[in-house]
């Protein structure tokens, strides 16, 4: 059984920084690499960052690129989000998923993903 678990969320005023992590545990060796995604209340889920296991490459969507770094431990079985320079838009539910064995890499569409984690909560103050 696969399991992700987030930690790291809060609060924070504009313009300050937070570290995400996700814990991955179970048969996660399946894929290939790792993502984040975040959730605004009325919103649909948005593509954050992904990372690939073996090569470190990374990729991650405008809104957030030179803000976040998307980083692993392989040996932990551990992903991060780095966010620095936050802004009241990136208040939202940040989630970690798998990615979908056989998906293409570039896909950002949560279908791509299989296995999600429960979310944590970041809230950004102005």
């Known amino acids: 059984q696969v399991q992700l678990v987030e930690s790291g969320g809060g609060l924070v005023q504009a313009g300050g920084s937070l570290r995400l992590s996700c814990a991955t545990s179970?048969?996660?060796?399946?894929?290939?690499?790792m993502g984040w995604f975040r959730q605004a209340p009325g919103k649909g889920r948005e593509f954050v960052a992904a990372?690939?296991?073996?090569?470190?490459?990374?990729y991650y969507a405008d809104s957030v690129k030179g803000r976040f770094t998307i980083s692993s431990d392989n040996a932990k079985n551990t992903v991060y989000l780095q966010m620095n320079s936050l802004k009241p838009e990136d208040t939202a539910v940040y989630y970690c998923?798998?990615?979908?064995?056989?998906?293409?890499?570039?896909?950002?569409?949560?279908?791509?993903?299989?296995?999600w984690g429960q979310g944590t909560q970041v809230t950004v103050s102005s």
């Open positions: 179970g048969p996660t060796f399946s894929s290939y690499a």
């Open positions: 990372i690939m296991w073996s090569t470190g490459f990374t």
């Open positions: 998923a798998t990615k979908r064995p056989g998906s293409r890499w570039s896909d950002r569409q949560p279908t791509s993903y299989d296995y």
